[in-house]
């Protein structure tokens, strides 16, 4: 609870990861007229590169069953970024893509807890690790690792053909 910036406080116990997020993101979303929020988390793992919170209780954090990303390969998750209903992850150089784009679903369960599906929609290989991602508008800004082109300027009108557009050194 950051209420007093001076004097914060933690509101529970928290949630054992089991491992260390690189970086993450927080969404609010509302379904069936009940608001909910949800953390996903860029893991430093070569299984569950991305884990997907409900944080909706700030006191009992939780993991959505079924939303977890276990990706092939041992690349970690280095980046992700959601704007809207798409949610951009971005993993060290592998044996393939580096720039993985998927559409979120979001549901609740009888009980009126969260769901999140996750569905694959396009992926580019951007040949070295994405460290960084931010997405504005139709165009994906991809810090990297890649020599000379450390900067990269994606389109992403079409999530399912991501395509370079420029970089910068």
Known sequence: ??????????????????????TFVLTGVTVNGNAHRAAFLAMMRDTKELMVLDVSNDAAPVEIS????NLSGSADADAVYVLG?????????????????????????????????????GSQ?????????????TFAFLATEKSNDELQIWDVSNPSAPTAKTHYE
Do not use: C, H, M, W
């Open 85 to 121: 209903n798409t949610l951009y992850l971005g993993r060290d150089r592998n044996s393939g893509p580096e720039l993985l784009v998927y559409d979120i679903s979001y549901g609740e369960d009888g009980a009126g807890k969260l769901t999140v599906s996750l569905t694959q929609v």
């Open 66 to 69: 079924g939303a977890t990303l």
């Open 125 to 137: 290989d951007i040949s070295d690790d994405v460290t960084d991602i931010r997405v504005f508008s």
């Open 1 to 22: 609870d950051v209420t007093d910036p001076t004097s914060p406080t933690e509101v529970g116990p928290g949630l054992e990861i089991n491992g260390t997020s690189n």
